[in-house]
């Protein structure tokens, strides 16, 4: 990324930019296509080690490369109908080509997304998927700011570069904001409090037990025939919460959708149909996950 961005910055303010740096910096584009389909399996398969064949991938980055060391400047600068012939087509290759490694990373992520839903992810999981979501909609923004320029130079060329930046230095911040160089393919690790943690949760969500006020860390236990002790810590372990903060999460979900869905109803009578107890209960489980109160989140969502 480093590269690319200063072989544009240079291209678009140097003068007289030798053309082996100019192709070098393209062929480099066919390296990061590769190495994000890498990344992306290394953080969703456990224990990944990367094949010796996997190497085959970066062959179309080794030709080029090789080849642009004996790019000559009068070559390159002869307007030659051969050149202008040359160039397009590595130019076309290369996008198609990085396209095609975006398209394959993000197959990758929906796989596991299809394997892990959303409601039976642990916190882990549910961090990983949602960085390389960000990470690979990164990607297609770079991708498209650049391929928009090749197209009768629909944006300006240095927009590239400037997208670049923008998009490595968002990624920095989240990826240490969500300490994802901390965790790696590893948190999809099968155990078996991972597989009753999402027998739990399919039961939870596809009964809707969350609706019952009465719902205990007892009867969840019954279900999947443990107990309460070992229960709670493959709640613990799995949601990285503790049982209360686990039902009222679903319970908050669903009042959202109630206070969204009918603004006839009272917020008290969205508490005990969301499985709340009491108002005050309600009102402290909402703030504490929506940062608001219900009436103050409904207010401000339909305005």
Not at 238 to 245: I, M, P, Y
């Amino acid at each position: 990324m480093g590269l690319r961005i200063g072989k544009s910055v240079m291209l678009n303010f140097g003068n007289d930019l030798e053309p082996l740096f100019i192709f070098v910096g393209l062929s480099f584009m066919l390296a990061i296509g590769p190495l994000l389909k890498w990344y992306v399996v290394g953080m969703t398969k456990v224990n990944f080690r990367l094949p010796r064949y996997y190497f085959l991938e970066l062959v179309p980055f080794c030709i080029l490369f090789l080849m642009s060391l004996f790019v000559t400047k009068n070559w390159f600068e002869s307007n030659d109908k051969e050149v202008i012939i040359v160039f397009a087509g590595f130019l076309i290759f290369i996008y198609l080509h990085f396209v095609f490694y975006i398209f394959l990373a993000g197959r990758i992520v929906k796989k596991i997304k299809k394997i892990y839903p959303k409601s039976s992810q642990t916190k882990s999981q549910s961090t990983v998927l949602s960085w390389l979501q960000l990470l690979i909609i990164g990607f297609i923004l770079i991708w498209i700011s650049y391929f928009l320029n090749i197209i009768d130079n629909a944006v300006p060329y240095i927009t590239g570069p400037m997208m670049y930046s923008v998009v490595i230095y968002f990624l920095s911040f989240k990826a240490f904001q969500l300490k994802i160089t901390e965790i790696d393919g590893n948190v999809f690790k099968k155990n078996e409090n991972t597989e009753l943690f999402h027998q739990l949760v399919q039961r939870i969500v596809g009964d809707k037990l969350y609706l019952d006020a009465n719902v205990s860390l007892s009867s969840l236990s019954k279900l999947i025939h443990k107990s309460t002790q070992k229960t709670s810590e493959i709640i613990n372990q799995n949601a990285k919460q503790n049982f209360n903060d686990f039902i009222n999460h679903f319970r908050i979900k669903e009042a959202k959708k109630m206070l969204l869905g009918n603004k006839n109803h009272t917020i008290s009578a969205i508490a005990f149909d969301a499985g709340f107890n009491s108002l005050s209960s309600f009102n402290s489980a909402f703030k504490k996950f929506e940062g608001t109160t219900p009436s103050l989140y409904r207010n401000n969502t339909l305005k």
